[in-house]
C-alpha cells in the first residue's frame, strides 16, 4: 500500500525500514493506533490500508464506519483512494468466496459510510437529533460570508452603547489613537501597529477572536497587584526628573536630546494639569503604550560630558526606565484583558442571538453543539457508540479539543462516561494518522500540546504509537540535509513540542545531478566592500532566473514523473520558487523575478503576487476596455492608442488631436484629412465599433477582437509573461 506500482515492486525486492510499522497496521486490528509520519510517508495510504484490511477479515463495515479528515478536498481524494483501494481488492484472484462478499458488501456501503469533514459529520449528527441539540432542524450552515454580517451587526450595535457609556476596559482603548505626534514625528500610539488601526478596529478583532473560542467561557483571572495610577505617577516623577538634566548636560550629545526628549514628552502628557484638571490617566496610559517606539534617542550614550553631569548614574536610570515603562505596558495590557473580555462578551451573546433567529449555525457551532449532544445526553452518546464501530482520523495534527472531545467519547468503552480525559477507546475502535510538526500552523485552532495529550492518554489505556519515516517524495540527500537539520532541534520531546522522527530513504542516489544547490548571489557587496542585504536582495532574482535558464536549457538534468517508469528532461513547469512572503511593505517582492524570467523568455505561472495589474500588457488592455466603455474618456482613448495595441507617436497623435480638437472615437473626421493621419482615424474607427458592440458579447470577446484588429496582437502573442493565478 505504499503507492503505486513502483513502490510496490520496491518493496518485494527490498524491504522497507519501517516495515514492521507498516504490518502493524494493517494486521493488528485490535489495537488502537496514533500514527506518526512526516509528509509524503503514506500516512492516508496506510489509513486505506488499515479500513481495507478491516473489510477483508469482516471486522469492519462501512454502513458503521466513520472517516474524517479536515478539508473537503482531503475527504473527497480520501473516499476516491478507497474505492480504487477496494475495487484493486476485488480483482485478486486469490480471494476466498468469503472475502469476496466481505468487498462486494464494501462497495454496496461505501455511500453509507460517514466519510468527510468533521463538520460534516457533527452536521449529520445535528439533523438526527434537532431537539435535543436544542436547534432549528432546518438549520442552514453558515460559512463567514454569511455569519460575518451578522457578527457585524453585533458588534456595531454594541458599540453603539459603549460610546453612549463606555466601559472601564473600552474607555482605556478609545484613548488609543491611531497615531499622535510625538516631538515632531508621527509614531502608533501601539507598538507595530498595523495599517488599518485605531479603538474600534482593536475592539472589534477582540470582539472576532472572542467568538473564535467561544466554548471557553470561565472568566478570565484579573491581574493581582497592579496598582496603574500609581505606577504611572512613578514613571511621569521619574521622566520628569531625568528631563530636568537636559539643561546640564551638552545640548548637541544625543543622549542629552533623549532627555531633552523626556522633558518635552512630560510636558506634553502633564498639560491639562497646568490648568487645574486632575491628572488624565487613562490618555497617559494611551500615550505609554507607544513611548519607547517614538524615544528614537534612547539607546544613544553620552561622550565627553562635563564634570557637572552624572553620566553614570543617568544612564542607569534611564536603562532602567526603559524597563519600567516595558513592564507597565505589559502589566497595564494583563489588566485590561480580562476586563475587556467582559465587557465584549455581549457581542458573543448578539452574535448567537443573530444566528439562532436567522437558522445558521456557523462551523464552530457545529462542534460545540454536537459535544454537547455527546457529552450531555448519555442515551444518544450509548447509540452512537454503538453504532459507529470504527473511527478513522486523517490528519489528526488538526484537531482542536471540541474535536477531540467527540472523537474521544464516541471511541469509549464505557457509556456512562462523558469525560473525554477519562475515557478508555474499544482496543482497535479508534486509528489516528497525523503529523505533530504540523500543529504549529494552528489551522482551525489545532493545538499541538492538545495533540500530545491525546496522544499519551490513548497509550496510557492499552494504545500504541507507530512512526512512519521513509518518505517516498524526495531523494536521499534531501532527506539528510532536513534531518541535520531538524533532528538536534527537536531531539527533546514535551507537552508542547513533538519530537522529531528522522527520514528514511526510499528512492536511491541519482548521482548524476545534485539533489541541493546553495546558490551564490553575484552581486552582495555594497559600498567599502561589504555584504548587505538590499543587494542580495537586488542580485537574485536576476541570478535566479539564470540559473532556471541553465537548468531547463543547458544542464541536462532529468526529472521523474509520476506514471511515468523513465525520466524525462527537466522543463520549466517542473521548477517551482517558493518565497517567504509576497509582499514586503508596498513592494510586491515577486515582481523582479518575473520580470526576470520574462528577460529569459522562460514560461511561468505566477500564483498570488499584487503587481498583475501593474503589467504593461494588463494595463494596456485595462485601457483599451475603458477607453470602449467610456469614449468620452480622452484620456483613456489617449493612452489606448499610444500604447501597445496601436503605437501611434505622439506626433501623430498632436497633429490628429490639433486638427480634430479631440480625440473622439464618434467625432467625425474631416474629409481632407491628411494621408498620414487616417491610419488614427481608423483605429478610432474600431474602438467605435467595439464600444457599439459591447453589451451583445462577452468582455473575453471584445477582447479577442481588440487584439486581433490591432497591430499588436503578434507581439502580445509572443509576450514571455506566462500566467497569473
Not at 475495487?87 to 456501503?109: G, H, I, M, Y
Not at 477572536?209 to 512613578?234: C, H, M, S, Y
Not at 540535509?481 to 507537552?495: L, Q, T
Amino acid at each position: 500500500m505504499a503507492g503505486g506500482n513502483g513502490k510496490t515492486r520496491r518493496k518485494e525486492q527490498t524491504p522497507l525500514a519501517d516495515q514492521a510499522a507498516r504490518d502493524r497496521i494493517r494486521d493488528d486490528l485490535d489495537t488502537t493506533l496514533v500514527v506518526e509520519a512526516a509528509a509524503g510517508t503514506g500516512k492516508t495510504s496506510a489509513l486505506i490500508g488499515r479500513i481495507l484490511s478491516g473489510i477483508e477479515s469482516g471486522r469492519v463495515s462501512l454502513a458503521n464506519t466513520v472517516a474524517v479528515t479536515f478539508t473537503e478536498f482531503a475527504a473527497g481524494e480520501l473516499k476516491l483512494r478507497l474505492r480504487s483501494a477496494i475495487e484493486q481488492a476485488r480483482q485478486r484472484q486469490d480471494n476466498s468466496p468469503q472475502t469476496t462478499e466481505f468487498l462486494k458488501k464494501a462497495v454496496e456501503e461505501l455511500e453509507e459510510a460517514r466519510i468527510g469533514t468533521i463538520h460534516s459529520f457533527c452536521a449529520d449528527l445535528l439533523r438526527e437529533h434537532p431537539v435535543e441539540a436544542g436547534i432549528d432542524p432546518l438549520f442552514e450552515v453558515a460559512p463567514d460570508d454569511l455569519a460575518s454580517p451578522l457578527f457585524d451587526m453585533a458588534f456595531e450595535r454594541w458599540f453603539e452603547r459603549q460610546l453612549a457609556a463606555p466601559d472601564e476596559g473600552v474607555r482605556r482603548i478609545l484613548r488609543r489613537l491611531p497615531r499622535k505626534e510625538f516631538g515632531g514625528r508621527r509614531s502608533g500610539t501601539l507598538a507595530r501597529r498595523p495599517r488599518e488601526s485605531g479603538p474600534k478596529p482593536i475592539l472589534r478583532a477582540a470582539a472576532w477572536e472572542l467568538v473564535r473560542e467561544r466554548d471557553f467561557t470561565r472568566p478570565w483571572k484579573r491581574l493581582d497587584g497592579f496598582n496603574r495610577q500609581t505606577d504611572i505617577d512613578a514613571l511621569v516623577l521619574e521622566m520628569e526628573e531625568l528631563g530636568e538634566w537636559s539643561d546640564v548636560g551638552n545640548p548637541e550629545q544625543w543622549f542629552t536630546k533623549s532627555l531633552a526628549y523626556l522633558k518635552q514628552y512630560v510636558a506634553e502628557i502633564t498639560r491639562l494639569e497646568s490648568l487645574g484638571n486632575a491628572r488624565d490617566y487613562d490618555g497617559i496610559e494611551a500615550r505609554l503604550f507607544g513611548f519607547l517606539p517614538a524615544w528614537k534617542s534612547k539607546n544613544y550614550k553620552a561622550y565627553f560630558v562635563r564634570d557637572t553631569f552624572p553620566k553614570e548614574d543617568l544612564l542607569r536610570r534611564r536603562d532602567e526606565l526603559k524597563v519600567r515603562v516595558e513592564e507597565f505596558v505589559n502589566k497595564a495590557g494583563a489588566d485590561i484583558a480580562p476586563r475587556l473580555r467582559e465587557e465584549l462578551w455581549w457581542v458573543v451573546d448578539e452574535f448567537e442571538r443573530l444566528k439562532e433567529h436567522a437558522g445558521y449555525l456557523d462551523f464552530l457551532d457545529l462542534l460545540i453543539r454536537a459535544r454537547n449532544l455527546i457529552q450531555d445526553n448519555r442515551d444518544i452518546r450509548a447509540d452512537l457508540q454503538e453504532r459507529f464501530t470504527h473511527i478513522f482520523v486523517d490528519e489528526f495534527q488538526d484537531t482542536d479539543p471540541l474535536q477531540a472531545d467527540i472523537l474521544m467519547l464516541l471511541s469509549a468503552d464505557d457509556p456512562d462516561q462523558n469525560n473525554w480525559r477519562q475515557v478508555r477507546p474499544v482496543p482497535g475502535k479508534l486509528f489516528m494518522v497525523g503529523d505533530p510538526k504540523q500543529s504549529i500552523y494552528r489551522f482551525r485552532r489545532a493545538d499541538v500540546a492538545l495533540y500530545q495529550e491525546v496522544k499519551r492518554r490513548i497509550v496510557a489505556s492499552g494504545g500504541a504509537l507507530v512512526e512512519l519515516n521513509v518518505s517516498f517524495r524526495s531523494r536521499p540527500e534531501i532527506q539528510q540535509a532536513v534531518n541535520a537539520a531538524f533532528a538536534p532541534i527537536m531531539s527533546d520531546e514535551s507537552s508542547t513540542q513533538a519530537h522529531y522522527v528522522p527520514l528514511a530513504p526510499f528512492q536511491t542516489a541519482l548521482g548524476t545531478q545534485p539533489a541541493i544547490v546553495a546558490l551564490p548571489v553575484s552581486q552582495p557587496y555594497g559600498d567599502y566592500g561589504k555584504v548587505v542585504d538590499w543587494k542580495i536582495d537586488e542580485s537574485l532574482p536576476k541570478d535566479v532566473a539564470a540559473f532556471v535558464d541553465w537548468m531547463v536549457n543547458d544542464s541536462g538534468w532529468t526529472v521523474s514523473e509520476r506514471g511515468r517508469p523513465e525520466r524525462v528532461p527537466l522543463q520549466a513547469r517542473h521548477i517551482c520558487l517558493l518565497f517567504r512572503r509576497l509582499r514586503h511593505f508596498s513592494t510586491d517582492v515577486a515582481r523582479a523575478y518575473v520580470q526576470a524570467l520574462e528577460a529569459h523568455r522562460i514560461p511561468h505561472l505566477l500564483v498570488g503576487g499584487s503587481s498583475f495589474h501593474s503589467r504593461e500588457e494588463v494595463e494596456a488592455i485595462r485601457n483599451a476596455l475603458t477607453a470602449v466603455e467610456w469614449p468620452n474618456d480622452e484620456l483613456a482613448v489617449f493612452a489606448t492608442l499610444k500604447g501597445p495595441l496601436f503605437a501611434f507617436t505622439d506626433s501623430q497623435l498632436l497633429a490628429y488631436r490639433t486638427l480634430c480638437l479631440r480625440l473622439h472615437p464618434f467625432q467625425r473626421p474631416p474629409d481632407d484629412l491628411p494621408e498620414s493621419l487616417t491610419e488614427v482615424a481608423e483605429a478610432l474607427g474600431i474602438l467605435r465599433d467595439l464600444h457599439r458592440r459591447r453589451n451583445n458579447r462577452p468582455v473575453a470577446e471584445t477582447i479577442g477582437t481588440l487584439l486581433a484588429v490591432t497591430r499588436a496582437h503578434a507581439g502580445f502573442a509572443n509576450w514571455p509573461t506566462g500566467e497569473q493565478a
